[in-house]
């Protein structure tokens, strides 16, 4: 393959992106609790050709005030890692990348599960390593609520570091040598000595090595911290821009960080998220957003706005006034600033916010033609700001599949996605490198 | 139904439970990487409508000494969780029961992923509690070791109590009320507000309530904290005896603690393994396990033998003389002492303790015809020792094909065990009722 293709992510959610999804007439309408409609999705994506799919996580309901129906469509979730265990012996070559947290969970759990994933799905596995900045989840696990950010990181930096070497202790074939006189070949072992500020590892993990290695690292960090993790660990980063000047500023800034730790710029993805609305026409494709739109509730709009800000409450606001001056927070630094950043220059009111961030939850939004979407895409593509997409379908499986039979076909007319396949594993899909062991 | 029916489980390990299984010429070269191995034994169980296959756990490698070929069957695992997960989703009435340590878990996340599993396998999810008494487990998680068996006991205590909160806060149809206007229904929502020695939790499940309520309970303790534990929070217990008396005593005991936490007797069954070794005839039988018994060299059984008595070594003592004194140990102390007790009353040397344990390790082993086999299972489970068997078939998949091909036929005309099952959640087959949410 000489030239240079699209990497495309499906990233699933139960309802759909669009936070009124729920409420559509063609919602699921426990699609949550559904895994028979998650295989569905998978093998839409998988059919598609698609690299991989990308399931979020966080251990804890997603809203605060029940009474608001905002996050309806998530307030039930699978674990992922089951969730994928599932679709892995339903699917053969699609990558499967599940969130998983550094803040509440420990080094050889984790990597121990990821490898199972791992192993099970062939070497299709990823991990999305976040820190958790939700308050929910912290009271789920802590008398001592949630860390800020800078500890966070910290462990997570350490965590990453030990999961990285206990996959990357088992060399192939280290287990169940062909002599059959011991239960491993020691020589192809090699333990884990890890006393760090946060964790204590000495063991090796009980896998055999997966065909692709190890799993694929993935990360979504946009503050400096979480750059500088990104450039060092992982293989893929998803990221929220909403102008093509903000995503070809983060490609760059990601891509630079590269060179200091000895990697090529083609060894980290940037992938940021599309929320794609496609109709035949574009006079189609208006309709259904503003079918999608009509279904959010200001209130709902606002609580989200709110929770994307880091702030408790804006109701005590004129919502057609502008946002109020933020205070520090020691949350989600990058998506504040973004929202901050386009209230401003685009003087837009609280209302008008609520609305814009409501609707693609944050992510970049496109409605219209196959062709249109298809032009977004590859000036992003070819303009250095995307390396590919996670696209993040209004709603299931309807707008996945608008996007499979409308807009990877025109995608692929202009050689810019695959026909089929590379290879087995995800590592093989993506083009990046295999690691070697230790 | 108005005769009682056996339960059965089937403990599924890679290999086999014989020790020396994964150096029989009809073993399974890697069975411990191929998840379709696992989905194949899954299918014979529910063919034969066993209630259940049972997944042990160590989140670490089984064996000290890479040079002893002594836990090779098992020195590459699946994380439990994920691959009931797979199964789940290939199998539609058979109960699935993961291990997993209150050690080194949290309430809410594990609670969290045996909720995703009970709704994924349609209410057919059980948990096993374990608090692992693995040195090498320990020093994967943490420097400060293993920890004390009192203490470990305690935090089981807490989080047993914590998760089954967590479950039951969620009532029927909690999530997604039917008018749309709210992601939940506030008043079917019980949020934990758990403060203790061990854990803090604050929150609600993001979970449906399964169709079961929530999963099986299942224990394995024989201590006496861990009876005492078992009568109060478990629906299932799996136990190691070896005769029958001593499985009469177990048997009597735990459902003697019953009644003071308010449970009759029927809401805990008692569920002793079995390692049947069956032939057409008694000759063959006995062929199949010498082949398998041959396969043990002596340092293989030895060292087994000394870790189920949780001492470092064995070795410096005569291989034809009795066990020394045993030092006092916080460990898995009824088996210690179960070994202890076999060896002084039947004057068994060291080497021969070894071959008994380290065949069926630990386990009641039967050798004989399916008439054989039943006749013994027929006798515990008549005669007070046994509401049902966990079957531990010495290799796979063909130790379980002979049960379920040979033996269960034989239990169905006696009227020992269902032709069909009763229900499609794991708790209407056990016949254990459905519990109350909060």
């Excluded at 669009?18 to 999705?41: K, N, Q």
């Excluded at 980063?237 to 710029?265: N, P």
Aim: glycine content about 8%; cysteine-free; proline content about 5%.
């Amino acid at each position: 393959m000489s030239e240079r293709h699209m990497k495309l992510g499906a990233f699933l959610m139960a309802g759909g992106h669009h936070i009124a999804a729920w409420r559509h007439p063609d919602a699921h309408a426990d699609a949550g609790s559904d895994i028979a409609h998650f295989i569905e999705l998978a093998r839409i994506a998988e059919a598609a050709k698609f690299d991989m799919i990308f399931i979020e996580d966080a251990a804890a309901i997603r809203e605060r005030n029940a009474d608001l129906a905002s996050q309806a469509a998530r307030s039930t979730a699978f674990e992922p890692l089951s969730l994928l265990a599932a679709i892995a012996v339903n699917t053969t070559h699609l990558g499967i990348v599940a969130t998983a947290s550094t803040t509440y969970n420990e080094p050889y759990g984790l990597a121990r599960a990821f490898a199972t994933l791992d192993s099970l799905s062939g070497g299709r596995a990823g991990w999305n390593l976040v820190t958790s900045a939700s308050e929910l989840e912290a009271k789920n696990f802590a008398a001592s609520g949630l860390r800020p950010h800078s500890e966070r990181y910290e462990r997570a930096e350490e965590f990453a570091d030990a999961a990285l070497k206990l996959w990357d202790g088992v060399e192939d074939g280290a287990y169940l040598p062909a002599d059959g006189a011991a239960f491993a070949d020691r020589t192809r072992l090699h333990p884990l000595h890890h006393h760090g500020k946060h964790f204590a590892v000495d063991g090796i993990l009980d896998s055999q090595r997966s065909p692709q290695g190890r799993p694929i690292m993935v990360q979504a960090g946009a503050s400096d911290v979480g750059k500088e993790l990104a450039a060092r660990t992982a293989d893929v980063v998803f990221a929220a821009s909403q102008t093509i000047g903000e995503a070809q500023a983060y490609y760059a800034d990601v891509k630079a960080r590269l060179a200091k730790y000895g990697r090529a710029k083609t060894d980290l993805k940037v992938m940021p998220g599309i929320s794609p609305i496609v109709g035949a026409t574009d006079e189609e494709a208006k309709a259904k957003h503003r079918a999608l739109q009509e279904l959010i509730p200001d209130p709902v709009g606002v609580a989200l706005l709110a929770s994307y800000l880091s702030i408790q409450d804006l109701s005590s606001y004129p919502l057609d006034g502008p946002l109020p001056e933020m205070p520090p927070t020691n949350l989600i630094q990058s998506r504040q600033q973004l929202i901050v950043d386009l209230g401003k220059r685009e003087g837009l009111s609280i209302r008008e916010l609520a609305r814009h961030f409501a609707g693609a939850r944050g992510h970049w939004q496109v409605v219209g033609t196959p062709v249109q979407i298809a032009d977004a895409m590859e000036e992003r593509f070819a303009g250095g700001a995307a390396d590919g997409f996670n696209v993040m379908a209004p709603l299931f499986p309807s707008g996945l599949q608008d996007f499979t039979t409308l807009v990877v076909p025109e995608l692929r007319r202009r050689g810019l996605f695959r026909d089929d396949y590379e290879g087995r594993t995800l590592r093989q899909n993506l083009g990046v490198g295999a690691p070697a062991s230790r």
